[in-house]
């Protein structure tokens, strides 16, 4: 059973990667279920830098930098943040907390699209709010697929400059956490890591699996897939 689940999270997060976005978000509380919060954010995080490392290779010169820059620096303080939270708040609390976050974000979105509102905040404390927000989610359950999701689809990025930037900006902030995760919490030890490395060849078959299927979506049909699969995630972190 350990290894069923940990094989199915491993495939959803190279799909992800590969560019169903936030399709790895909905493994997240199947393996915090099985493995606990905490443990589990750390079992996850070595899995996403390698499905990373296709994402990055692949999309290399589909990211749009101006956006990566301007979020970056409110997410590694939001990381910072999340490392002292994390020994502070309870799993199940901040779970629920992650699930408004994923509400809010989500009802935005759908808000956004259903008065037909072009115009996108441009402001400096647009990108430190949802900049903070991915560092904090990130550390707790690797959820900063939210708050990134929010920033760029409001900066109407197309589907492949979306995928590629977001896949540069997560690929950056995972590097970023893993001090976190190994010194400060002790969620990756030498044993996870041989797990995951086993289990790279079913990302690795996940991110081709994405790469093929996020060729044949069409930008609207991409941004839907998406809101979806954030509330999909929203109501699997209540529950």
């Known amino acids: 059973m350990q290894w069923a689940v940990l ?3 491993a ?10 976005t936030n399709l790895g978000t909905a493994t ?5 279920w099985y493995f606990g919060g905490k443990f589990s954010s750390g079992m996850l995080l070595p899995m996403l830098i390698i499905a990373d490392c296709a994402a990055v290779i692949y999309y290399r010169k589909n990211a749009e930098w101006p956006y990566y820059w301007k979020l970056l620096p409110w997410t590694i303080l939001g990381v910072i943040i999340g490392t002292w939270l994390g020994q ?3 799993d199940l609390v901040f779970k629920r907390i992650m699930g408004v976050i994923f509400a809010g974000s989500v009802g935005f979105m759908i808000y956004r699209d259903y008065r037909g509102i072009t115009t996108i905040p441009n402001q400096w404390w647009f990108a430190a709010l949802m900049g903070v927000l991915a560092g904090i989610t990130t550390m707790f359950g690797n959820l900063a697929g939210a ?6 689809l409001a900066m ?3 589907k492949q400059t979306f995928i590629g930037t977001a896949a540069w900006f997560i690929f950056t902030v995972n ?10 919490w002790g969620t990756i ?4 890591v041989k797990i995951n490395l086993l289990l790279a060849p079913v990302i690795l078959l996940g991110s081709a699996a994405g790469i093929w299927l996020a060729h044949r979506f069409s930008d609207r049909f991409f941004r839907r897939m998406t809101i979806g699969l954030c509330l999909v995630a929203m109501v699997l972190l209540f529950l």
Do not use: S, W, Y
């Open 28 to 32: 997240v509380p199947l393996v915090a």
């Open 7 to 9: 094989t199915l999270a």
């Open 11 to 20: 495939l959803c997060t190279g799909m992800a990667k590969g560019g169903i």
């Open 189 to 192: 030890t030498l044993d996870t």
């Open 175 to 184: 590097l970023i956490k893993l001090p976190f995760q190994i010194f400060f």
């Open 156 to 158: 109407q990025l197309p």
């Open 88 to 90: 502070e708040i309870d």
């Open 147 to 152: 708050a990134t999701t929010v920033f760029f």
